[in-house]
T-cell receptor, first 116, second 110 residues
Framework: DAGVIQSPRHEVTEMGQEVTLRCKPI?????LFWYRQTMMRGLELLIY????????DSGMPEDRFSAKMPNASFSTLKIQPSEPRDSAVYFC??????????????FGEGSRLTVL | QQQVKQSPQSLIVQKGGISIINCAYE??????FPWYQQFPGKGPALLIA?????SEKKEGRFTISFNKSAKQFSLHIMDSQPGDSATYFC?????????FGAGTRLTVKP
């Protein structure tokens, strides 16, 4: 089975440009998470969805960040306008929650964003 | 947002030695404590996990020790191997809310 698929793997853009990161969770998983990883702050939870509904977006840094999950198989994280301090690796993860939940998150390989 | 504190930041161990990484948490509502392993260029992957109803869990060379009263847990890697060189993250979760420690970069020297 395919794991969590993220695109693009690498993105280099200039300050002020819009950036869209994409994620396809594992089929059948009903929870999706966006994390940001930097050397200084480690892995930070930005937002998570359960059954396509945003549950907690308190980790989203500011209004320049937005995330959507229009259906169970696709999610986007958008940064508009981007700034150099947004440079990081962005991970998407999915899990299956419910009574049989193991709590395990399955991570994609990440999208490395560089904002010049 | 740092709800899980992890130490040390980095660790160098000789091949065959024991690697020990420690974590502490504040929120007593957390009920699932996993450890993730991350190799360069890859996403974190689940290594081993424990729930607070047991004090220890062992899987091969990896053991989690859990102290509920102290709100601390640790990962022990016995007979450490160069292939174990990676970044290790502890985490704690309640329902869907999983919070990670800052990570420990482990280097196992041959």
């Amino acid at each position: 089975d395919a794991g969590v698929i993220q695109s693009p793997r690498h993105e280099v853009t200039e300050m002020g440009q819009e950036v869209t990161l994409r994620c396809k969770p594992i089929s059948g998983h009903n929870s999706l998470f966006w994390y940001r990883q930097t050397m200084m702050r480690g892995l930070e939870l930005l937002i998570y969805f359960n059954n396509n509904v945003p549950i907690d977006d308190s980790g989203m840094p500011e209004d320049r960040f937005s995330a959507k999950m229009p259906n169970a198989s696709f999610s986007t994280l958008k940064i508009q306008p981007s700034e150099p301090r947004d440079s990081a690796v962005y991970f998407c993860a999915s899990s299956l929650t419910g009574t049989a939940n193991t709590g395990e998150l399955f991570f994609g390989e990440g999208s490395r964003l560089t904002v010049l | 947002q740092q709800q899980v504190k992890q130490s040390p930041q980095s660790l160098i161990v000789q091949k065959g030695g024991i690697s020990i990484i420690n974590c502490a948490y504040e929120n007593t509502a957390f009920d699932y404590f996993p450890w993730y392993q991350q190799f360069p260029g890859k996403g974190p992957a689940l290594l081993i996990a424990i729930r607070p109803d047991v004090s220890e869990k062992k899987e091969g060379r990896f053991t989690i020790s859990f102290n509920k009263s102290a709100k601390q847990f640790s990962l022990h890697i016995m007979d450490s191997q160069p292939g174990d060189s990676a970044t290790y993250f502890c985490a704690a979760s309640n329902n869907n809310d999983m919070r990670f420690g800052a990570g420990t970069r482990l280097t196992v020297k041959p």
